[in-house]
């Protein structure tokens, strides 16, 4: 860990036309720590992601990643920073081991440093057992590790993961994420965009909500559960104008609502609160089929920041 964030972004914008795709974003991600990035569709995710890697030149506002300027000294920027994109950018007609070995070489190692990164990366990725096999052969999956060993024969001091696990069945995700925090307690920052709520929770030890292009709230994953709400109440009603009412009747504490089980979701501070949302919701107790107390997630937090119930692709921007 070093004093010096690893990334530093200061009103950073960009715009296509009048869509602003950033607005004036800040962001600090330290050095061996993850940092998730969450926002709706058209957030600005994806193009934060790519004005750090120098694929892109922001309108104003300054960035650095290890210290170094994203426009002006983008060359160094790119000695010391991996990225893994959306898409897998391995070569099917090799086998796992010649894609490291060619990519090791590239980087400047010698013969037998290449191999000796190779044999070390392929039991990271947990792929040394079809070490010899094409890629055209392999899963989804094994795909997605193999691609992220590829960015990390030369160990980087950032990380930029795009949405790695889009796609992935549980065991690939579960995988993947041990890489992630093994690359985080290394030294390495991981700054990732994700889908999946849950992976932020896991994974991460600074959650950062974009939103409109900005930073709209950000700590870690429980601080910002506290922030929204210490628990959250389900309430189960018995019919469709019993959920409709309850939601009126509860305004801008509702936090969900599930119209297949009406079902509505609100804050509660603390378990006190609950007679105070029955007496609301149901003075007469006759509508309230069931209810639960449970912890509040970061569905919870996303859904109160940013108005939508869970993040969705970012469409991609040239």
């Known amino acids: 860990m070093t004093d010096r964030p690893a990334v530093e972004a200061v009103g950073l914008r960009k715009a296509y036309g009048d869509d602003h795709a950033l607005a004036g974003l800040d962001l600090v991600v330290g050095a061996g720590t993850v940092c998730a990035l969450l926002g709706p569709n058209g957030a600005g995710k994806t193009t934060t992601v790519r004005v750090l890697a120098t694929l892109l030149v922001p309108d104003a506002g300054t960035a650095r990643v290890a210290g170094f300027d994203v426009v002006r000294e983008r060359h160094e920027v790119r000695r010391r920073l991996s990225l893994t994109g959306q898409s897998t950018a391995v070569d099917d007609a090799l086998t796992a081991q010649e894609n490291l070995r060619v990519v090791a070489r590239l980087a400047g190692l010698t013969r037998r440093a290449a191999r000796a990164r190779t044999a070390d990366l392929l039991d990271l990725v947990d792929l040394a057992d079809v070490a010899g096999r094409r890629v055209a052969t392999f899963s989804g999956g094994m795909r997605r590790r193999l691609d992220l060993a590829l960015g990390l024969v030369t160990v980087p001091a950032v990380m930029l993961l795009d949405e790695p696990t889009t796609g992935l069945d549980p065991r690939s995700r579960q995988q993947l994420w041990q890489v992630v925090a093994a690359l985080a307690a290394g030294g390495t920052a991981v700054l990732l965009t994700t889908q999946y709520l849950d992976e932020a929770d896991r994974l991460a030890d600074q959650v ?110 040239a």
């Open 208 to 317: 950062v909500v974009v939103d409109g292009g900005r930073v709209v709230a950000q700590g870690s994953p429980a601080a910002l559960k506290e922030r929204v709400a210490a628990r959250r109440l389900e309430v189960v009603l018995t019919d469709a104008a019993s959920r409709a009412d309850a939601v009126r009747r509860l305004g801008d504490r509702v936090l969900a609502v599930d119209p297949a089980r009406d079902a509505v979701s609100v804050a509660v501070a603390d378990a006190t609160e609950v007679r105070a949302v029955l007496d609301l919701v149901d003075p007469d107790r006759t509508t309230v089929r069931d209810l639960a107390l449970r912890g509040a997630s970061l569905d919870d937090v996303f859904l109160a920041l940013t108005g939508h119930a869970t993040p969705t692709k970012e469409p991609s921007r």
